[in-house]
């Protein structure tokens, strides 16, 4: 396995108390797999990739419990120096907002060079070649003439290019994008992702793409994993999901996504809003917005039950939801 994330427990100590971010999530990855994970802000969906990538690693935030394994080794219990070279080499992240990722005083071409002057001793003559090179990969028109352009000089679409030509740059065996698609408009957005389930495919690196939106995974993703409150609510292949969800809050999702053939029609949206992290609900988390909860949902926490291979739901009354789902 490429990663794999063990019961990961992450905290954030706040001045009121403490954020309980991360609350056991385990998921892998494998290499020329894609794994979308998926959840409302605040579900601690970016919070474990941060922990994976070793961005979260200074307060407030504080890993509690759980193992983070790359190729087989834990990356929290590895030493220092091994680790960084690891995450800088192997791994790479692709961020919402690539206008303040990028440097706006560099060129393009100088940022892309840099990584390869930086990490490979490339002289700038060669290292401006490859960023060329990568600029075509990436489908960046007249890439020889907009290597030294700025980012600003670019549309969002063609920045969050950029972003995954810099990713792709010392070419990892993990990339993890955090929503890299939502700043853009939707047909852009669409591009921009089958650009990087190509490339993913090409190079058969392990992928996982975080999202709050169900529609744009449908096509890219293998698995998906359902997050609520810093847990994973559902586990499954992705066609399991779209057939039939085998939790309530999955069903929310799948209903809120807009449809092309239901314009006009108003869309469903789960009630209530995500939990305060410092106050999660006892029982199952989301049963106050939950439309199927009965009293034991306040008393107990649902376990991930086994619906069937590869597949799983943290929910008390799963079969009678994938029933719903199948009538
Ligand atoms: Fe809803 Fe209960 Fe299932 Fe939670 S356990 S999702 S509250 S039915
Ligand atoms: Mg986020």
């Known amino acids: 396995m490429l990663l794999e994330v063990r019961d990961l427990q992450v905290q954030f100590r706040m001045r009121e108390g403490i954020s309980r971010a991360v609350n056991g999530v385990s998921y892998a990855v494998d290499k020329g797999e894609t794994l979308a994970v998926l ?71 100088d940022q892309l060079g840099e990584m390869f ?21 990436v489908r960046i028109p007249a890439a020889k003439e907009r290597v030294r352009q700025y980012p600003h000089q670019f549309s969002g679409g063609m920045r969050q290019r950029i972003m995954i030509a810099m990713a792709l740059a010392l070419e990892p065996a993990l990339i993890i994008a955090d929503e890299p698609t939502t700043a853009l408009d939707v047909t852009v957005q669409a591009q921009v992702m089958e650009l990087l389930a ?64 239901q314009k006009g029609q108003e869309l469903y949206a789960i009630k209530g809003l995500p939990p305060n992290l410092m106050h999660i609900p006892p029982g199952c988390a989301f049963h106050p917005r939950c439309p199927r909860a009965q009293e034991v949902c306040v008393r107990e926490e649902p376990p991930l039950h086994r619906v069937s291979a590869g597949r799983g739901s943290a929910c008390h009354f799963w079969k009678e939801t994938l029933d719903d789902a199948a009538r």
Do not use: C, W
């Not at 087989?72 to 091994?82: A, I, Q, S």
């Not at 002057?117 to 990969?137: I, N, Q, T, Y």
């Open 117 to 137: 002057v930086v990490h490979r001793g490339m002289s700038k003559k060669d290292a401006r070649a490859r960023a060329v090179e990568l600029m075509d990969r």
């Open 198 to 261: 190509e490339l993913q495919r090409e190079l058969r690196m392990g992928l996982i793409l975080i999202t709050h939106d169900l529609g744009v995974v449908a096509d890219v993703a293998d698995r998906i994993a359902v997050m609520y409150a810093g847990r994973i609510v559902e586990s499954a292949p992705v066609h399991d999901i779209y057939r039939a969800p085998a939790h309530p809050y999955t069903k929310g999702l799948l209903e809120s996504i807009p449809r092309l053939d």
């Open 39 to 109: 959840g409302e802000s605040g579900s601690g969906k970016s919070v474990t990739a941060q922990a994976v990538m070793g961005i979260l690693d200074s307060p407030p935030g504080r890993i509690t419990g759980g193992e983070i394994l790359f190729q087989g080794e834990n990356l929290l219990t590895m030493p220092e120096k091994k680790r960084r070279t690891v995450r800088g080499a192997q791994m790479a992240m692709i961020f919402q907002d690539a206008l303040s990722s990028l440097n706006p005083v560099l060129s393009v071409g």
